[in-house]
């Protein structure tokens, strides 16, 4: 996989929803450019952030290639992810937090898997060398918890080890964006699902502890997955042949 800088003709386009992240974004874009260097662009979609972080990455627009997509309101993560896509130019989606938890290092080895041949490539906790760092044991059992519930209501996410990442790639072509309909902060069960692929990788990484700031997830985002996976339920029953 070393090699896909050099391979690559095509645009990356990397989605990042933000709210109040202003400390944790410069850190994270520069980290992007040492990765990435050329053909890409960031697209921050960023719900109106009370700490200023749209304006931050404005600024940050300045120097490298980011553009900036600012919300009325705090509308959701997986929401976010779906503007960002409207936006976005590339060939190839890559989302992922910026809260500094997912390794802007291993969207080269996406890359790769890509341009090999994959439709999406999962960057998965759960799966040799991959891990977490920093979870409380509440958080931990949440996690799986939610990957165990998806792969019983949903046949497609039966042969995934972690359908709940928030890093991954996506190649454009293989999504319809007006089919989907997201909800809470969970959208690549929803991507898996409603995609006309089955070329599917997944990739070790170590989820590590956020940099600055406070965790977004609320009470109310585990009622919002409970109701997604019931939708992608019906969804594939529905288009089930």
């Known amino acids: 996989m070393g090699n896909w800088l050099e391979k690559m003709h095509t645009m990356?386009?990397?989605i990042i929803p933000t709210y109040n992240e202003r400390d944790n974004l410069p850190i994270l874009i520069d980290l992007i450019h040492s990765c990435l260097r050329r053909d890409y662009e960031v697209i921050v979609v960023d719900d109106s952030s009370p700490d200023g972080t749209y304006l931050v990455a404005g600024r940050l627009a300045e120097k490298y290639p980011v553009r900036v997509v600012v919300r009325p309101c705090k509308m959701g993560l997986a929401s976010a992810v779906v503007e960002g896509f409207r936006n976005a130019c590339g060939e190839f989606f890559v989302v992922m937090d910026a809260d500094l938890q997912h390794p802007p290092e291993r969207i080269g080895d996406m890359i790769g898997m890509a341009l090999g041949g994959y439709d999406i490539v999962i960057g998965s906790r759960y799966?040799?060398?991959?891990?977490?760092e920093g979870l409380s044991f509440f958080r931990r059992l949440v996690s799986r918890g939610a990957?165990?519930?998806?792969k019983?209501?949903?046949?497609?996410?039966?042969g995934i080890k972690d359908p709940v990442s928030g890093f991954f790639l996506v190649r454009r072509n293989v999504i319809d964006i007006d089919k989907l309909s997201p909800k809470g902060f969970k959208i690549l069960m929803e991507i898996i699902v409603k995609s006309n692929t089955d070329k599917i990788a997944e990739i070790p990484y170590i989820f590590k502890s956020r940099g600055k700031g406070k965790s977004k997830l609320k009470f109310n985002e585990y009622i919002l997955f409970l109701i997604h996976v019931l939708k992608l339920m019906f969804y594939s029953i529905h288009n089930r042949g």
């Open 12 to 14: 990356i386009s990397v």
């Open 127 to 132: 799966i040799e060398q991959g891990g977490v």
């Open 147 to 150: 990957i165990i519930i998806s």
């Open 152 to 158: 019983i209501f949903v046949p497609k996410l039966r």
